[in-house]
């Protein structure tokens, strides 16, 4: 061999050698940079079943999806003890994640996981049992760019929960105060405050019917605009005409004027009916709790803070109205005609919203001992206990699709308040328009059901 030879040998083998380190070490370490982790993992438990399928995950995914596989839903326990990163997740078995292509994700509407589906030390989703959630973002090709992982250290529990879900499909209507009846028929009053400011008093508007099966129809048309409602214990039902000043009945399809003519009817607004049939109203210009009596007479009962809403009583007497005002009042009045602010609801106002804000609060119910109350301005239905305190019942503050679990679910606007006669479910009346500038319109309508637990 010559020496010219030998070198080019040894040339070829240090060359060879090269290759094959090489290769090794991209077998073992991908040379790409890690992919951009996904961000604002939201856990949801939108079930009762008790295992995977009760979780709902939604996350942001990254803008370029040129190099992503799919993205896979890791559940663990937050006691576990296996180490939770990249390749451990990576080399999980497909019964342990639930897998989601980047055409899947949907920014409102998440993902729901398989009820087969385990947590990462492979045992089943069961309750009572603390979970953290991770998103593993896997790429096409690892030479261009790695696996990466976020992780949600919030631990959740899966619990039996009051449960939303859509009562009605959206329909051409202005959300309204909510009244049913002894059949578990709904019945809502067309209102929308662009047809409110506008000033359309010579527009006609339908009082909506709802039946159990969540299919709309026209009860009674061709009425003045409308806000609250009532339903006595015959069945009739009750609705405030805005711009005519006087309450209307509607009696086997039949309607009748209260009240016409009365300088304190201006602009009536909440209705309730107690136990024998009186009529108290709440009017938005004069601040006074009126009684109205079979005559159509009407009684000042108190003199009350400034905008009033809805109302509702107890069954001692007792009345209690939500203002709908930036300070969130709720106000009692006693059957000997005291009033004091029995709570205070939050209410928000955008910061970047220019126009003046007059959707604050919604209407009221009592149910069960306590009141529910519609936070229109922070999408809530609060709780308010009659010893003042307030918690939030359904709805988690933000504003999209409202369906899943009460405590999470995005209301959009909530409104009227009813609560079934067996006491099993509460209907809300709310906007399907999601749309950021219309944000007081309460166009198109829709009713949502929240399923309560006993």
Known sequence: MTLLHYQSWVTRFSLITFYLIFCNSCSEEPLGPSLPSVSNIEVSDNGNAGDGSDIEVIFEEQSDQSNIQEYRIVVSKATSTNDLNVDFVSNLDSRSYAAESPDEVFPVR????????????GDPIKEETGYIVSVLTVSKDEILSSNSLTEDNRVFTLTQNNLVSNYTIQFDGGAGSLVIDNDGTLYMGHYNIVDHLIGREEEVFPVYQIGETGAVSEYITNLPLMTGSAIDSKGNLYHSLLFKEEILKIENNSTTRIGTGNRFLTSPDGLYLDSEDNLFVVTQN?????????????????????????????????????????????????????????????????????????????????????????????????????????????????????????????????????????????????????????TQSTTPAQIIEVSLLE
Do not use: C
């Open 110 to 121: 998440g993902f729901t996981l398989l009820s087969s589906t385990t947590d990462t030390d």
């Open 286 to 438: 004069i601040d006074h709790l009126l009684k109205i009596d079979q005559n159509g007479e009407v009684e000042i009962i108190a003199r009350i803070p400034e905008s009033p809403r809805g109302i509702t009583g107890d069954h001692n007497g007792n009345i209690y109205i939500s203002h709908n005002h930036k300070n969130g009042i709720i106000t009692k009045v006693t059957k000997e005609g005291e009033v004091s602010v029995l709570a205070q609801i939050p209410t928000f106002k955008p910061e970047s919203y220019v126009l003046d804000y007059l959707m604050w609060v919604g209407y009221i119910s009592f149910f069960e001992g306590s009141l529910y109350v519609a936070g229109m301005s922070t999408d809530i239905i609060y709780k308010v206990n009659l010893d003042g305190s307030v918690e939030n019942f359904v709805g988690s503050g933000l504003r999209g699709i409202p369906r899943g679990d009460a405590r999470t679910a995005r209301l959009n606007r909530p409104i009227g308040l009813a609560f079934s006669k067996d006491g099993k479910k509460l209907f809300i009346s709310v906007s399907a328009d999601i749309e950021p500038r219309h």
